[in-house]
Every structure is written in structure tokens, then in C-alpha cells.
């Protein structure tokens, strides 16, 4: 049995209290929660919670039997709200709750702790006392990621969840952390991908909500392993070249009876008036983010993955929900701001807090806005009066694309400006081009069953669709199992269906996903200007009789260009004329109908010399061969 609960014992300090109750503390992490650490020569664990509204709190768990009178915590004098106590003899994997007893209404409340690192696996639901420790191997990573992730370098970004990636045959168990370890990294360098991005990590009750109902906002989920086990995961990732960025929920919570919801009785999180702390898509809470408190609880849990996990980004879930008070509501069910308008003003100020302390912190990191509506500046610098993010999905983009290659061919002509509209707002903001999880579930179809025709459309139609985003400006996002041409919608019971590799067309678009990265990646013109105006030009966005577009990416060096042309009839387009600013040979790097890819072989024999006759404005053309549902990309000799 451990000893009985020595008080007086603290980490926090005069200042610490000052800022957290100003709001601007953001490595709460360091100060509360359960720490392992020696008082006068004893071993145990100093624990430390945030309860202002508490007449009572006491440490209960296997330890003392559950017994809510053993090991009482005393509440700071400094009118903070925070509980202290330390607890001698307890040690590493101590499974633990607090036991609340509210000053509000007297309610007896077993609450998990907000700021542990590690938690019970579901459906048990216990903190457990942990300690961080791993001997980081990544350090050639780290040195060089200011200039691996600037906005000039290429990312390639393949997201997945953990759980439903790759399973074991036998037992039909997810993959550990450790085992995402041995053979992740390799899948990811195989197909040319710069990052991987992680579904929710955080501790979650339900694992059908993938992660984006968290509780454990401290701890990555114990479904996978240790946290030690999810930062080997991480180390393996750098040394293997490759960026982790996670996706992070700040924008609702669940009201789980051991999570965050009225935590000491009271609404401490969240708002007490579901207009505004209610969320009606989710069924779940809404952080008060005018609490200074909770502003600085919110943003330490995105900190935290950023400085222990060594993570290289975070993807921001649901921004929208959080900068507009109407957010799926009709007229009453909201709360206008001061000044009589639906912005939340208290959320704005949070996300540049939060995009101001990361850049500042934590050298090379990007933060990535899921913002679904024309929100202005959301990638750009609070100073210039944005939100900060380092970028911002592209929805339009995925969903006026989405919406074109989902037509027949034959009347895609009526459609021609739903490509073309994109670059009319393109360098608004720093955009990546998502075809995520959410457009491959929920009876939404998977990627290739959107594709239009016989199998061989579907195919052709989905390689073209992959290269119109590769040459498109724009960071690229692509989910698991998209690469491999799945048939079956996403099942996060499930994995992703490897054995389909074993068919031509799915080997054939894998092949085109790791070729797109590899010519991405190699070639500066297509990563260097993805936020600049002048990396693109059009050459011909006219001809939607035949369904064809053509542009050019432009390097720094405006002399540096790569041609990309695009045909989205399965017809094929001979002799067509093409203007471009250099004569000489061009050179065919890339043909989506290859019979590599298990296409058609239509092409242009590998390279075309430049005519000196104009066209589409420039002195120069190639006459070209445009391959069914096919694109050709050429660069000048």
C-alpha cells in the first residue's frame, strides 16, 4: 500500500499559476498531471488536477482499492483551482482516476486525468501513471527540417489510420506501433511519399470515431503499444526521411462519464449553454475558448506532440466548426459575438495563439487548416491579420474535381469550368489537394468507383484523375488504399485490400502514384511555386469541346517549365497542337496510358521536337499525340 499523500509538494510556481490563469501558459503538460519523482528520498508520484469547482478530490485506484478517503490531494491557496499531493511508492504503470466530489451540487464524479500520458485500453478507461522515455535517433532529421518542410519543398502526403492500414492474417489484429515501425517507413519510400498523416493517435473510448472523439489528448492510444512504442514509431519514420504529421481534434470533445465533460461538476471545459457548447453534427462538447484556462489546456495538447513526440505537423480538424458561432445551426440555436456577429472571436484569437507558438517553438514545423469555407487568410500570419496556418485544404478543389470526373465524358464538355475554376483562387491561400477518408465512405464509394464506364475507364479515369492533382499547384494528400485502386469503401474494421495487387489495373495504378511522387519530387517546378501565381500559366483552357486542357509549370527560373496535357474523353486526340515558349526536343517524361500503368500505350514515342509555328500565344508548338483518358507530361530536352 503506498504512504499517505504528502502535501506541499509542487511543481508549479508563482508564475506558472500567473499564466495559466492569463491563459498563455502552453507547456501545461510539464506542471500537471501525474509525475514520477523522489521527496525526501521516497519514490512516488506527484499528481496535480484542475478542479476549481471541487469541494473534494482524492488519487484512487488499484493501489488503495479504490477507496476515496486514502489518498486526499489539497487544493492550492492561490484561488488557481489546482489540486496537488504527492503519493509515495506509486510507480511507472500505476493505473489511476480522480475521485471528485463537486462543491456545485455534491455529485460524486470518477474523472480520468486530463493530462495523462498514458491511458487503459478501451473499453477500460483509467489514466496510468507514465514517465517518457526514449533515446531519439533522429536528430539528422530534426537539423534539417526547416528546409525539408518550407512551403518551396515538396510534400506528398499519405494519411491513414493506424488501425485499419495493415492487419495480421492469422488473429486479423491491428499492426503495434512497433510493427508500423518495420514496415511502414519502406511502403512509404517505396511509393515515393514525403509524410504520412495519422488519423487521430490520441486516446479515444469509441474506435469507430477513428479517433476524432478524443479523451486522452496527452496519450496515444494504448490499442497500438507504449507511448515509448508510438515514439519508436515516429524515430523510425525521420530516419527513414520521412514527416509525421498528426491529425488533432480541437474543436469538439465527447461527453464520456470519465472525460472532460462537466469535469468537476461544473461546465469547466466546456460552455454551459448549448448554443454554444453543444455541438450538433457530433453530439458532443464545445471547449470554452474564452476560458483562459481552457485556452491554455487546448493548446498544450498541441504542443505536446510537437516537443515530446517530435511530431512535424499538425492537420486541424473541423476549423470551420470553430470560426463560425452558426456552425450548423438555424436562427436561435447560436450566440452572436460582441459586436452582433457569428464569428467566434474567442476561437480566432486561439488558433493564431496556437499558430504563433508553434512556429516560434519549434523550428520547420507546418500547421494544416481542415477550413471548408472562404474563410480569408487562413494561411497567412496573424501580423497581416490571418490565422497563422501554414496551409489549408483545397475543398473546392476536391469537390469540383470530385464532381467532374464522376460525369460520362460525353458530357464533360458542359463541365469544362469546374477544372479550369480552381486556378482563379489557387494562390489565395497555401492549399493542399486532399482526397482524404471522408471521400471514401459513408456510402460516398470508393476513388475508382466514382470513375465513370467499363473497368478500363475506371482505371484510365482514376490515373488521369491522380496526374491532373500532381501537376496541379498544391501540396497532395492521398488516402490508404486510393493508391492501390480499392474497390470497397474505407471499413476501419478491415485493411486495406493489399491482395488486389495481384491484378494488373491496381498494380498499374500503384506504379502511376509512385512515379507521380518520384517526377513531384525530382522536379523543382513542380514544389517550388505551388503558392506563387507566377508557377503556372495556362496554354489552352478553352477547348471543352474536346474535353482537353493543357497548362505550364514555372520554375523560379521562368526558363524552367514542364508541359502538362489532359484529355478526359476516352477518345484519342492526334495531331494536337500545342503552343510552347522554346523550340527544340521535348521530352515525354510521363504518360498516364502506359502499359507500364496497364494502359493503352498510346503516347508519343518518348519525345516530340518543337515547330517553330505559333500557337496559344507562344512562338513555339508540338504537334502531339493525346492518349484516351490520358495525360502526358513533357519537359524541354
Known amino acids: 500500500m503506498p504512504g499517505h499523500v504528502i502535501h506541499g509538494v509542487s511543481l508549479l510556481t508563482d508564475h506558472d499559476i500567473y499564466l495559466f490563469k492569463e491563459g498563455t501558459h502552453f507547456r501545461l503538460y510539464e506542471k500537471l498531471g501525474a509525475h514520477l519523482m523522489t521527496v525526501d528520498g521516497q519514490q512516488g508520484t506527484l499528481f496535480a488536477v484542475w478542479a476549481p469547482n471541487a469541494r473534494k478530490v482524492a488519487v484512487i485506484g488499484d493501489f488503495n482499492r479504490w477507496d476515496r478517503k486514502a489518498h486526499p490531494l489539497s487544493v492550492r491557496l492561490d484561488g488557481s483551482g489546482i489540486w496537488e499531493g504527492f503519493v509515495p511508492g506509486i510507480g511507472q504503470s500505476t493505473v489511476y482516476k480522480y475521485h ?121 492510444s494504448s490499442r497500438y503499444g507504449t507511448p515509448e512504442d508510438f515514439m519508436h514509431l515516429v524515430d523510425a519514420l525521420h530516419q527513414a526521411g520521412i514527416g509525421v504529421i498528426l491529425d488533432w481534434v480541437p474543436s469538439h470533445f465527447p461527453t464520456d462519464g470519465h472525460g472532460l465533460a462537466m469535469f468537476d461538476g461544473t461546465h469547466l471545459f466546456e460552455h ?258 505551388d503558392f506563387n501565381h507566377k508557377g503556372f500559366e495556362w496554354v489552352d483552357f478553352h477547348d471543352a469541346e474536346a474535353s482537353v486542357l493543357a497548362f505550364l509549370r514555372v520554375g523560379k527560373d521562368p526558363k524552367d517549365v514542364t508541359l502538362a496535357c489532359f484529355n478526359f474523353t476516352p477518345v484519342v486526340r492526334e495531331n494536337y497542337r500545342v503552343g510552347v515558349p522554346k523550340g527544340g526536343l521535348w521530352r515525354e517524361v510521363l504518360n498516364s496510358d502506359s502499359q507500364w500503368y496497364n494502359g493503352s500505350g498510346v503516347g508519343n514515342a518518348g519525345a516530340v521536337m518543337a515547330e517553330e509555328s505559333e500557337s496559344h500565344g507562344r512562338p513555339c508548338s508540338l504537334v502531339l499525340t493525346l492518349p484516351p483518358m490520358g495525360m502526358v507530361v513533357f519537359k524541354p530536352a
Open 272 to 529: 454551459e449553454d448549448p448554443r454554444q457548447g453543444y455541438h450538433p453534427d457530433w453530439k458532443s462538447a464545445i471547449f470554452n475558448y474564452g476560458r483562459h484556462e481552457v485556452r491554455a489546456f487546448v493548446i498544450s495538447t498541441a504542443l505536446f506532440w510537437l516537443d515530446r513526440y517530435h511530431c512535424d505537423g499538425l492537420r486541424v480538424d473541423a476549423v470551420a466548426s470553430m470560426l463560425y458561432l452558426d456552425y450548423s445551426r438555424k436562427e436561435g440555436e447560436w450566440v452572436p459575438n460582441a459586436f452582433g456577429g457569428k464569428e467566434n472571436l474567442d476561437a480566432i484569437d486561439l488558433l493564431r495563439r496556437l499558430n504563433e507558438a508553434a512556429y516560434t517553438n519549434f523550428p520547420g514545423v507546418q500547421t494544416i487548416a481542415e477550413e471548408s469555407t472562404d474563410w480569408g487568410m487562413v494561411s497567412r500570419p496573424p501580423y497581416l491579420g490571418g490565422l497563422g496556418f501554414g496551409m489549408k485544404w483545397n475543398m473546392g478543389w476536391m469537390h469540383d474535381t470530385l464532381s467532374y470526373f464522376s460525369k460520362d465524358p460525353v458530357f464533360r464538355k458542359y463541365h469544362h469550368g469546374q477544372l479550369s475554376f480552381s486556378i482563379w483562387y489557387a494562390f489565395n491561400e497555401n492549399f493542399v489537394l486532399p482526397l482524404s477518408h471522408d471521400e471514401v465512405v459513408h456510402g460516398k464509394g470508393s476513388l475508382i468507383r466514382k470513375m465513370p464506364g467499363d473497368d478500363w475507364q475506371k482505371f484510365a479515369g482514376l490515373r488521369l484523375l491522380y496526374g491532373y492533382m500532381w501537376t496541379h499547384p498544391g501540396k497532395k494528400l492521398l488516402f490508404q488504399g486510393c493508391e492501390v485502386a480499392q474497390w470497397s469503401e474505407w471499413n476501419h474494421d478491415a485493411e486495406v485490400e493489399w491482395d488486389l495487387l495481384d491484378r494488373p489495373g491496381h498494380a498499374g495504378v500503384r506504379r502511376w502514384i509512385a512515379d507521380l511522387n518520384a517526377m513531384y519530387r525530382s522536379d523543382p517546378v513542380l514544389h517550388q511555386t
Open 100 to 220: 471528485i466530489v463537486s462543491r456545485q451540487n455534491g455529485k460524486h464524479l470518477e474523472k480520468a486525468d486530463p493530462f495523462a500520458l498514458a491511458c487503459e485500453v478501451p473499453p477500460k478507461s483509467a489514466s496510468v501513471v507514465w514517465s517518457l522515455d526514449h533515446a531519439w535517433n533522429d536528430e539528422a532529421w530534426m537539423r534539417a527540417r526547416p528546409e525539408t518542410q518550407s512551403l518551396e519543398s515538396p510534400m506528398s502526403i499519405y494519411e491513414m489510420h493506424i488501425g485499419s492500414w495493415r492487419r495480421h492474417r492469422d488473429s486479423w489484429h491491428s499492426l503495434s506501433y512497433r510493427e508500423l515501425a518495420e514496415q511502414l517507413p519502406g511502403y512509404l519510400n517505396e511509393m515515393g511519399f514525403t509524410h504520412v498523416e495519422f488519423m487521430p493517435v490520441m486516446e479515444h473510448p469509441f474506435y469507430g470515431s477513428w479517433g476524432y472523439q478524443t479523451v486522452g489528448y496527452f496519450a496515444p
